[in-house]
């Protein structure tokens, strides 16, 4: 009998969306990141931030991936950024078609970046290209340091890397170290640029912005 593998079927469906995707977003010339991390790390709060201080210089727009509800697009739009909200009813991850159906509905002529923030979870997303320039992993302080060697495939293929909720290393609020986790990820990836920042003081925030700034000027 002959065996049908359907996973690499799924991939490859998926695959035609991400190149349709990538190729809307550079008849545009416009950046796309793909922000992945564990529920609660801190993406859209790291977002809003980012849209915030970047008012004046850069115009973002954000597809949200959820299981359910629109919580997070109402929260980007609250800054006046477009919001995009895709509820995968039960998937662990965006799949391409989803973000190409959101790439239509958002101003994209008007916009630097599209930012897509994935369904909470560390291994699933990671699997699935979008059509994004880069994918962008955050980790924050209180999952603890050894999440790049215990789930390394996203650490491996992201561009950037955001350690964020450093305010709670203060104190020693959380017992994290730091420079374990930049060893073990850059020993997975050698390229990754590591951030840490906390979105909820600013601290570290200006490295990220003008590392996002620095990808729009030389698209
Ligand atoms: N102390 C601290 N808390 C933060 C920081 N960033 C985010 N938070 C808090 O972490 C919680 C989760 O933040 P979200 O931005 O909703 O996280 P998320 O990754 O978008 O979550 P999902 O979309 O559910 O995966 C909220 O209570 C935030 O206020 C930070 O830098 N420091
Ligand atoms: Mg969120």
Request: proline share 3%; aromatic share 6%; hydrophobic share 40%.
């Amino acid at each position: 009998m002959e065996k049908i593998d359907v996973g690499r079927r799924i991939l490859s469906a998926n695959e035609a969306f991400a190149l349709k995707n990538k190729q809307l977003l550079a008849r545009y010339g416009k950046r796309c990141f793909n922000l992945i991390s564990s529920p609660g790390s801190g993406k859209t709060t790291l977002l809003v931030r980012t849209i915030t201080d970047l008012t004046d210089s850069l115009h973002l727009g954000v597809i949200e991936g959820d299981l359910q509800t629109d919580i997070d697009a109402e929260r980007i739009r609250a800054t006046k950024a477009p919001a995009i909200q895709i509820n995968t009813e039960g998937a662990c991850h965006l799949s391409a078609a989803q973000v190409s159906q959101a790439l239509q509905k958002l101003p994209i002529e008007n916009l630097d970046v599209v930012f897509i923030e994935n369904v909470g979870n560390l291994v699933c997303p990671s699997a699935f290209e979008l059509g994004e320039d880069g994918k962008i992993v955050v980790l924050s302080v209180a999952e603890g340091d050894d999440k790049p060697v215990k789930y390394p495939g996203i650490f491996a293929k992201s561009k950037v890397l955001l350690v964020n909720k450093i305010d709670l290393l203060e104190g020693a609020r959380v017992d994290f170290d730091l420079d374990r986790v930049h060893a073990d990820a850059r020993r997975l990836n050698k390229t990754i640029e590591i951030f840490p920042v906390s979105a909820k003081t600013g601290a570290g925030m200006q490295n990220w912005y003008d590392w996002l700034t620095n990808q729009v000027r030389s698209r």
